[in-house]
């Protein structure tokens, strides 16, 4: 009765949770065999209910996030067939549809970053010829913004990662940084290395975010005001993906206000650094004193 009891209790708790009673657990204190399978069983029956809780949450607010856009754009199709202007309404409609059709690919990005793991194209990766890449590519947003770019890259840096989910990320830093940047400010992108890990950081001098808003800013959807995002066009994922990417790579990101302004940071482990006198900056070097965040 010992073994026989225990065993069915356990039966009966598999059979409630696979029926959907996700809050059933074990909670046993055995110290045997069967306790252990006891205590993995609630385990994995709690990492299953995160998931799932985790996946609803996502629906819920996918499906808020794409109601707004598709009410514009119902909007917009109204107004081609009465406006007095029908190109400035077809002009509405098309951007309209574009601000869709970007919140529908940054929902896959987040998609594939949440992906297998094992499924990441991993290759070689000089991450400061990455950088001056991406700094070139952001140059006209900032140029749009009225702020400039200033990267400052002190090594040649390689790691072992997914060109594109590393370049995602840290692009997605990086906008979000000339989104809040002031006019006539700069925002820093720095890459150094250490034996361990390169670390790349960004950093804008705008108003930075509340402090019980800093570890939030990584969460889908997560808008620190959501009148502002709206402006500017924002959907809440950017920073979201940047996390997703980084982890899969072992990494690590966090941010915090550096007064003024907010920098991100941005840990990757290292293949291998070849340090070069001088750097490579792509534009005017950031501060030397620029501040870091501690991990």
Do not use: W
Request: hydrophobic share 40%; net charge negative; proline share 4%.
């Amino acid at each position: 009765m010992t073994i026989v009891s225990p065993l069915r209790v356990l039966a009966r708790t598999v059979d409630r949770f696979g029926a959907g009673d996700l809050s059933v657990r074990l909670n046993s204190r055995r110290k045997d065999e069967i306790g252990e399978l006891s205590q993995a069983f609630d385990r994995m029956a709690e990492r299953i209910g995160t998931l799932l809780s985790a996946e609803r949450r996502l629906l819920q607010d996918i499906s808020h996030e794409l109601r707004t856009p598709l009410a514009r754009l119902s909007f917009a199709a109204e107004l081609v067939r009465s406006a007095d202007d029908p190109d400035a309404a077809l002009a509405r409609l098309k951007k309209e549809i574009q601000r869709l059709s970007e919140l529908v690919s940054t929902l896959l990005q987040v998609t594939r970053a949440e992906g297998d793991p094992n499924a990441a194209n991993l290759e070689p990766l000089e991450l400061d010829e990455l950088l001056a890449g991406l700094i070139e590519d952001c140059r006209v947003e900032a140029d749009a913004h009225g702020c400039r770019l200033a990267l400052r890259s002190s090594a040649r840096v390689t790691v072992e990662g997914d060109r594109e989910l590393l370049r995602r990320a840290i692009e997605n830093v990086i906008r979000n940084a000339i989104r809040y940047a002031p006019a006539e400010s700069a925002v820093d992108v720095d890459l150094s290395a250490s034996r361990e890990a390169a670390r790349i950081t960004v950093r804008d001098y705008g108003s930075g975010v509340p402090e019980d808003s800093v570890t939030r800013i990584f969460q889908p959807f997560f808008r620190v005001d959501d009148a502002r995002e709206g402006s500017t066009g924002g959907v809440g994922l950017g920073l979201a993906i940047a996390m997703r990417a980084v982890g899969l790579h072992h990494g690590v990101i966090a941010a915090r206000n550096v007064h003024p302004g907010l920098e991100i940071c941005m840990e990757l482990p290292l293949k291998c650094v070849d340090v070069c006198i001088g750097g490579t900056g792509a534009s005017a070097p950031a501060a030397d004193n620029l501040a870091r965040p501690g991990f």
